[in-house]
């Protein structure tokens, strides 16, 4: 039997044979909060039901193209380090860890064989960025996802053909006219559940458009694999 060695928790430094210790693990990760089954965005504990599946105003007043999407926090301080030590600096593990927590929220929240992707895809980056980081973390963060969920995943089946600015200088509708027509199907999706993996959702508006993009294709549905989620104002 080989011991397992410790490590440094990966948000406050101390001790820990997991990628967080057990202290940062209850402090931050296990939130109980609704969320809207469509965009993930959070919604008044008022309204908690185990089972419900809630749809925030904005979801309800004009659906987005994609079906669900799973999220496993917000989008805040310290969790916020995560990600950009992913997106940044090639903190490899951290992909593995959401991949992990995503796979088990997905399974907790599953209602029937149609909520189950047949394949699972990453946001795609573009080449000039791919070449800079030498990594696409969304990648990263699917590859692990689909082994666990035991369902196909697919480096290139969506493919970015526009060089597009960088999403965070941009409000909402700069980002929606942005990513416009960035994208396309590599392969035949027609009739398939595709599961897209972002580390971060914003806006939406990427995902937003990747949606339509295999909607399009004649998708059957889109569901969305994000580890953290930026609440709306």
Same mark, same amino acid.
């Given at each position: 039997?080989?011991?397992?060695?410790?490590?440094?928790?990966?948000?406050?430094?101390?001790?820990?044979?997991?990628?967080?210790?057990?202290?940062?693990?209850?402090?931050?990760?296990?939130?109980?909060?609704?969320?809207c089954t469509v965009c993930a965005v959070p919604l008044p504990a008022t309204r908690w039901s185990s089972r419900a599946r809630?749809?925030?105003a904005d979801c309800i007043a004009e659906p987005p193209p994609f079906d669900a999407t799973f999220a496993l926090a917000d989008y805040r301080a310290p969790l916020d380090t995560l990600a950009v030590g992913l997106k940044f600096r090639?903190?490899?593990?951290? *992909? =593995?860890?959401?991949?992990?927590?995503? +796979?088990?929220? !997905?399974?907790?929240g599953r209602q029937d064989d149609s909520d189950w992707p047949d394949v699972i895809a990453p946001v795609p980056l573009a080449g000039q960025r791919l070449t800079e980081r030498g990594y696409n973390q969304?990648?990263?963060?699917?590859?692990?996802?689909?082994r666990a969920l035991n369902v196909r995943s697919d480096a290139t089946l969506l493919q970015r053909v526009v060089h597009t600015a960088p999403q965070s200088r941009l409000d909402l509708? *700069? =980002?929606?006219?942005?990513?416009?027509? +960035?994208?396309? !199907?590599?392969?035949?999706v027609r009739g398939l559940h595709v599961g897209i993996v972002d580390?971060?959702?914003?806006?939406?508006?990427?995902?937003?458009?990747?949606?339509?993009?295999?909607?399009?294709?004649?998708?059957?549905?889109?569901?969305?694999?994000?580890?953290?989620r930026t609440p709306k104002n």
């Amino acid at each position: 039997m080989h011991a397992v060695l410790p490590n440094l928790c990966a948000l406050c430094g101390n001790m820990s044979h997991k990628t967080l210790c057990a202290g940062c693990d209850e402090a931050y990760w296990n939130e109980s909060r609704l969320r809207c089954t469509v965009c993930a965005v959070p919604l008044p504990a008022t309204r908690w039901s185990s089972r419900a599946r809630y749809r925030c105003a904005d979801c309800i007043a004009e659906p987005p193209p994609f079906d669900a999407t799973f999220a496993l926090a917000d989008y805040r301080a310290p969790l916020d380090t995560l990600a950009v030590g992913l997106k940044f600096r090639a903190r490899l593990m951290l *992909a =593995r860890e959401f991949a992990q927590r995503l +796979a088990r929220l !997905a399974q907790d929240g599953r209602q029937d064989d149609s909520d189950w992707p047949d394949v699972i895809a990453p946001v795609p980056l573009a080449g000039q960025r791919l070449t800079e980081r030498g990594y696409n973390q969304a990648w990263q963060i699917a590859r692990p996802l689909a082994r666990a969920l035991n369902v196909r995943s697919d480096a290139t089946l969506l493919q970015r053909v526009v060089h597009t600015a960088p999403q965070s200088r941009l409000d909402l509708d *700069a =980002r929606r006219l942005n990513v416009g027509g +960035a994208f396309r !199907a590599t392969r035949a999706v027609r009739g398939l559940h595709v599961g897209i993996v972002d580390d971060v959702m914003t806006t939406g508006a990427t995902l937003e458009a990747l949606a339509r993009t295999l909607k399009a294709a004649r998708a059957r549905r889109v569901t969305n694999f994000v580890a953290l989620r930026t609440p709306k104002n």
